[in-house]
């Protein structure tokens, strides 16, 4: 089993930064890869980006690239998202979830563990 847990999530005006984190426990390391995922009021599950514990694999949104950076620190079991030059578009609750399978990596029902979410909200 492999617990998540996010955090850094809060409110920013149009133009800031924040930085979530996504803590992995359990056995993180019997999973293949993280994933940043988001939902807005009204709207479906959004695929964010994605990382390999292993390697250096990344995968990103097109809405998000250039802004978003997501990296990893193997010795916390953490997964972070660097979120620059928010938009209000990017309001949302962000979710982080563990793969133990290769494949698309936009698809959420490939994702065998999941997070509760934390909040962002950027105010205009």
């Known amino acids: 089993q492999v617990q998540l847990v996010e955090s850094g999530g809060g409110l920013v005006q149009a133009g800031g930064s924040l930085r979530l984190s996504c803590a992995a426990s359990g056995r993180p390391f019997s999973t293949y890869g993280v994933g940043w995922f988001r939902q807005a009021p009204g709207k479906e599950r959004e695929f964010v980006a994605a990382t390999v514990w292993n390697g250096v694999l990344v995968s990103y949104n097109d809405s998000v690239k250039g802004r978003f950076t997501i990296s990893r620190d193997n010795a916390k079991n953490t997964v972070y998202l660097q979120m620059n030059s928010l938009k209000p578009e990017d309001t949302a609750v962000y979710y982080c979830?563990?793969?133990?399978?290769?494949?698309?990596?936009?698809?959420?029902?490939?994702?065998?563990?999941w997070g509760q979410g934390t909040q962002v909200t950027v105010s205009s």
């Open positions: 979830a563990a793969r133990t399978s290769r494949g698309t990596w936009s698809e959420g029902a490939l994702y065998d563990y």
